[in-house]
């Protein structure tokens, strides 16, 4: 079992930084592949970034450049700092962890097994 808690969402204007962090706790927490993704309304879940177990990074194009995934290891936390933001960045933001099927793609939600409740990231103009 892994237990994940988003935090550090808000309300920022566009060009704006925010810095995500997920804590995970639980047996299976250490050295686990992880991602961030988000969801608009009446939108489909969108990968954005992932993580794997040993550091390697990969982003979905609509954040390359802008966003940055990274793990801290000793506290099992997950970050994603979020630097010139736009409004269609506006989304609810989960983390989630342990890859259930490598043969599934990074960035598509069936690939992980557990979910946090997600924060709410707003971008105005």
């Known amino acids: 079992q892994v237990q994940l808690a988003e935090s550090g969402g808000g309300s920022v204007q566009a060009g704006g930084s925010l810095r995500l962090s997920c804590a995970a706790s639980?047996?299976?927490?250490?050295?686990?592949?992880m991602a961030w993704f988000r969801q608009a309304p009446e939108q489909e879940r969108e990968g954005i970034a992932y993580?794997?177990?040993?550091?390697?990074?990969g982003y979905a194009s609509s954040v390359k450049g802008r966003f940055t995934i990274s793990k801290d290891n000793t506290k099992n936390t997950l970050h994603l700092t979020m630097n010139s933001l736009k409004p269609e960045d506006t989304a609810m933001y989960y983390c989630?962890?342990?890859?259930?099927?490598?043969?599934?793609?990074?960035?598509?939600?069936?690939?992980?097994?557990?979910w946090g409740q997600g924060t709410q990231v707003t971008v105005s103009t």
């Open positions: 989630a962890a342990y890859c259930v099927d490598r043969q599934i793609p990074w960035l598509t939600p069936a690939r992980y097994k557990y």
């Open positions: 639980g047996e299976e927490a250490r050295r686990v592949c």
């Open positions: 993580i794997d177990s040993v550091g390697i990074t």
